[in-house]
Nanobody, 130 residues
Framework: QVQVVESGGGLVQAGGSLRLSCTASGLSIDHYAMGWFRQAKGKEREVVSCISGSGRLTFYADSVKGRFTISRDNAEKTVYLQMDILQPDDTAMYYC???????????????????????WGQGTQVTVSS
């Protein structure tokens, strides 16, 4: 049985940092593109970042470029999202997904829209106070 479990959320002041972790069990994680998504209250879910199975390709939403970094450790079956310079607009429930459907057009790697993935976690809350 596949399980995707997020951790690392919490309350942080604006300008602070958090690192989210996502552990996937029951699958060969290196075969799967992984992604982080978020959903704020009253808003639709949006993609934050994705990473290819090898880790060589990454995608970031414009709103987090330069502040968030996605990485993965396939041996540990874990994907990370390092979030720096957090802002109140980053407040949301953050979800990890395995098997994110992605495309590579030339040198551009991106998730297909609407967001599609094989497995989803339950989410971890990130709250950024001003």
């Amino acid at each position: 049985q596949v399980q995707v479990v997020e951790s690392g959320g919490g309350l942080v002041q604006a300008g602070g940092s958090l690192r989210l972790s996502c552990t996937a069990s029951g699958l060969s994680i290196d075969h799967y593109a992984m992604g982080w998504f978020r959903q704020a209250k009253g808003k639709e879910r949006e993609v934050v970042s994705c990473i290819s199975g090898s880790g060589r390709l990454t995608f970031y939403a414009d709103s987090v470029k330069g502040r968030f970094t996605i990485s993965r450790d396939n041996a540990e079956k874990t994907v990370y999202l390092q979030m720096d310079i957090l802002q109140p607009d980053d407040t949301a429930m953050y979800y990890c997904a395995a098997g994110v459907k992605t495309e590579l057009a030339g040198m551009t790697y991106y998730p297909v829209r609407p967001a599609t993935a094989d497995y989803w976690g339950q989410g971890t809350q990130v709250t950024v106070s001003s």
